[in-house]
């Protein structure tokens, strides 16, 4: 352990006993970029794991789970009420997925995390 470590350590023990957990969060934040280790700025794109075609016969609720935990934070699910029987088409199969209007990207498309995500998705006409 460095001098600098130490100095850390030392700095945000203080801050925690004299001022709480706020003080603490800036002394090792400021130290984080002195090493060059800055967190991520919240505005930076995401790529998507996956095109627009490969999440086309998931099912929807795996692909909301899979954008939202690779940052999407404006995802909505829109149900296309079109099956009568599901033999071809299973309940819950994605149809699209559109991001920021756009439902034909690529693998590793970047997006903002705020953009708005559309599921649209198959399911029976009445309820079962």
């Not at 603490?24 to 060059?36: D, Q, R």
């Not at 829109?78 to 088409?89: A, E, S, V």
Request: include cysteine.
């Amino acid at each position: 352990m460095g001098l600098l470590d130490t100095m850390v350590k030392t700095a945000a023990k203080k801050a925690l006993i004299n001022a709480g957990g706020d003080a603490a969060v800036k002394v090792i934040g400021a130290a984080m970029e002195a090493h060059g280790n800055s967190p991520k700025p919240v505005s930076q794109k995401i790529a998507v794991p996956r095109s627009s075609e490969d999440y086309c016969s998931m099912n929807y609720e795996d692909v909301q789970a899979e954008l939202s935990a690779y940052g999407f934070t404006n995802i909505a699910v829109l149900p296309k009420k079109d099956l009568i029987k599901g033999w071809l088409t299973k309940n819950g199969e994605v149809e699209s997925v559109a991001i920021s209007g756009k439902t034909d990207f690529r693998k590793k498309a970047k997006f903002m995390p705020g953009e708005r995500v559309v599921i649209t998705y198959h399911t029976f006409k009445i309820s079962r």
